[in-house]
């Protein structure tokens, strides 16, 4: 893939992401933790629709208290002889009464053909630590100059109850439940790049777009199925910029047959 063209392709991505929070969101740190909530794999397991909007509701009203955010993600699931998961539950039945918390839907929670590390209970928790954590913000993340900085901030470790559980009072081996790199690496491509490219391009600050695209040309591209393909087709991938660019051509050109409308498939089929 020429350089020019990849550019455009990711740069199209990134503007259209842009647009996209200027449409549904007046506050660019609630599209922040919407981001990080998909980024995490949480959408379409632990919550959808009407579920996420309470969730982030009854977060907004425990003011950063991460004692009483835990007691409202995991403290509904069950009961069990755990202390621990009995303590939440209590703390979380008081909280519901005192602030009238929708809770969420059990019957949305997904375990099966999923790895320990990859279960909701844990990326909830990893995901309440992130709200937590005020050096992970966009505001401080703006003012970063490296990577490296960034990912020393993505490192959210639940409360040491889930070091020997992946579930509420089902006792396992001991392990750290924090991020590995990959896992981090994922968020940065998926939430704190577009974000610094977005808020740069709303707020006319051209910096903070460019560093966004530097930091995506620094990363390693992903290794998915639809890399794989482009790779097959001897295609190479030399950045994570490159690979979101195939990505987004594959999701919003291949695949809804708009080859007309993409400069490669009009370059592609005016050489036929």
Not at 192 to 207: C, D, N, Q
Request: proline share 3%; net charge positive; charged share 20%.
């Amino acid at each position: 893939m020429s350089a020019g063209i990849e550019v455009k392709l990711d740069t199209a991505k990134m503007v259209l992401a842009a647009q996209t929070i200027r449409n549904q969101m007046s506050i660019v740190n609630n599209c922040f933790m919407t981001i990080k909530e998909e980024a995490l794999g949480l959408k379409g397991n632990c919550w959808e629709g009407e579920s996420a909007d309470a969730y982030y509701e009854n977060m907004k009203k425990l003011c950063d208290e991460q004692s009483k955010q835990d007691a409202v993600s995991t403290g509904f699931i069950v009961k069990t002889l755990d202390d621990y998961i009995q303590n939440l539950h209590k703390e979380y039945h008081f909280l519901r009464q005192k602030y009238n918390l929708t809770p969420l839907q059990p019957e949305l929670w997904k375990f099966l053909r999923l790895r320990p590390s990859n279960f909701p209970t844990i990326r909830l928790m990893q995901f309440v630590k992130l709200l937590n954590l005020n050096s992970f913000s966009l505001s401080n993340i703006l003012f970063q100059e490296s990577l490296n900085e960034v990912l020393k901030m993505l490192n959210p470790t639940p409360s040491i109850y889930w070091e020997t559980h992946f579930k509420p009072g089902v006792v396992s081996v001991k392990k750290s439940k924090t991020f590995g790199k990959s896992s981090a690496i994922l968020i940065l491509i998926n939430t704190v790049i577009p974000m610094m490219f977005a808020y740069g391009k709303l707020r006319g600050i051209e910096s903070y777009s460019a560093k966004a695209l530097d930091w995506l040309q620094e990363i390693k591209p992903e290794k998915n199925d639809i890399i794989s393909e482009w790779e097959q087709a001897e295609i190479k991938v030399s950045n994570a910029m490159e690979s979101q660019a195939l990505v987004h051509l594959t999701k919003n050109y291949c695949l809804q047959k708009k080859c007309l409308h993409c400069r490669i498939g009009h370059l592609v089929m005016t050489n036929l």
